[in-house]
């Protein structure tokens, strides 16, 4: 069974930083795409960033260009997002996911078969 377990949400003030983490229960870890998500209230689900299985190719939603960063450790099966500069529109439930197909990089939302339960950023202003 997979398992995506997001951690290290939380209250910060505009200005701060965050570093959340997505512990994997996949067997395909190395071998897919992972990504981060994010819903804010009465707003659709839309993503934050990608990274390729080998870490060569990543991905970001223009809104968080140069603030935030993806990366992974397929050793430990994890994918971490930092999040610095955070601003009051950043605020929303944040998901880690994972698409079922090897080997290819996706950003559609659609694409993604496993999902975390989110974890909750507030950002105040």
């Known amino acids: 069974q997979v398992q995506l377990v997001e951690s290290g949400g939380g209250l910060v003030q505009a200005g701060g930083s965050l570093r959340l983490s997505c512990a994997a229960s996949l067997r395909t870890f190395s071998d897919v795409t992972m990504a981060w998500f994010r819903q804010a209230p009465g707003k659709e689900r839309e993503i934050v960033a990608a990274v390729s299985w080998s870490s060569s190719t990543t991905y970001y939603a223009d809104s968080v260009k140069g603030r935030f960063t993806i990366s992974r450790d397929n050793a430990k099966n994890t994918v971490s997002l930092h999040m610095n500069s955070l601003k009051p529109e950043d605020t929303a439930i944040y998901y880690c996911?994972?698409?079922?197909?090897?080997?290819?990089?996706?950003?559609?939302?659609?694409?993604?078969?496993?999902w975390g339960q989110g974890t909750q950023v507030t950002v105040s202003s």
């Open positions: 996911a994972a698409p079922s197909r090897t080997f290819h990089f996706y950003t559609d939302r659609g694409r993604y078969d496993y």
